[in-house]
């Protein structure tokens, strides 16, 4: 297992995990609806590492958006940390977003004019935490201490993903929310980012991935499976 960074930093709020109560989304383009999510319910505890599976077109990546706050359910609430989420103004989404949950893209996690270090601090200076972990302490996390000043177009595709989890992780959040992670890593990488996410799991993190990827699914407490919006296992 890689090193873990500072232990969980006073005042994160873990005890409620996240939770998600009868979710539905829907989209209408012209005459049409889409039901993205229909009826979607779901718990991670803190410290649980859940993989949510299905096809492409399921409702995996319009699940996590909601539960981070980036979309609002059509019904349904999801709460993070003990706090409700959803149904809620978007400056007040963005605050508890920014405390209580890290987000990990495939991609674009990190800003291109700022360095790795300093993408760090931009996410922790967003949260707004009276306490929170050290950048170096984050960085050594994620075995990048020595890239700690490199732009993220100078990064090998490892060195990437692991700087995007680094910016997940800056704020020790009470949730970490992943969408196809390793989507674009060769196996040994993938090996690498799935053992940090699994470290985080081990220091409270509920951590909930969206993944194709048999290696997910394999390292997973609990796998959901998502079809048409529904899940069926």
């Known amino acids: ?13 873990r005890a409620g995990g996240l939770s998600a109560r009868s979710l539905y989304r829907f989209y209408r383009a012209g005459g049409e609806e889409t039901l993205a ?16 599976v299905g096809p ?24 993070v940390g003990g706090e409700q989420m959803s149904h809620r103004p978007e400056p007040v989404r963005a605050r508890i977003r920014a405390r209580t ?9 990190l800003l291109e004019h700022l360095t790795v270090a300093d993408n760090v601090v931009l ?6 935490r009276a306490t929170r972990p050290d950048p170096s302490d984050v960085l050594a996390s994620v075995g990048l201490t020595d ?3 490199s732009r993220p177009s100078t990064l090998s595709g490892g ?3 692991r700087a995007g989890l680094a910016v997940a992780l800056a704020n020790d ?9 390793t989507g674009e890593l060769d196996s040994a990488t993938e090996d690498v980012v799935l053992d940090l996410l699994l470290g985080a799991a081990e220091r409270g993190t509920a951590v909930l991935v969206a993944s194709h990827s048999p290696a997910v699914a394999a390292v997973a407490d609990r796998i959901v499976t998502l079809t048409d919006g529904r899940i069926v296992t």
Not at 37 to 52: H, N, R, T
Not at 173 to 181: C, G, I, R
Request: aromatic residues 4%; charged residues 15%.
């Open 147 to 149: 890239r700690a000043r």
């Open 37 to 52: 999510l229909q009826g979607v319910s779901l718990d991670v505890a803190p410290g649980e590492f859940v993989a949510v």
């Open 101 to 109: 949950v890290g987000f990990l893209f495939q991609s674009g996690n």
């Open 1 to 13: 297992m890689s090193a873990s960074p500072a232990g969980t930093a006073p005042g994160t709020d």
């Open 173 to 181: 959040p009470a949730v970490l929310l992943a969408d196809e992670p």
């Open 56 to 79: 492409s077109g399921s409702g995996k990546s319009t699940l996590l958006a909601c539960l981070a706050g980036l979309d609002e359910p059509d019904g349904g609430t999801v709460t």
């Open 159 to 161: 060195e990437s993903a």
């Open 123 to 128: 996410a922790q200076e967003l949260a707004d």
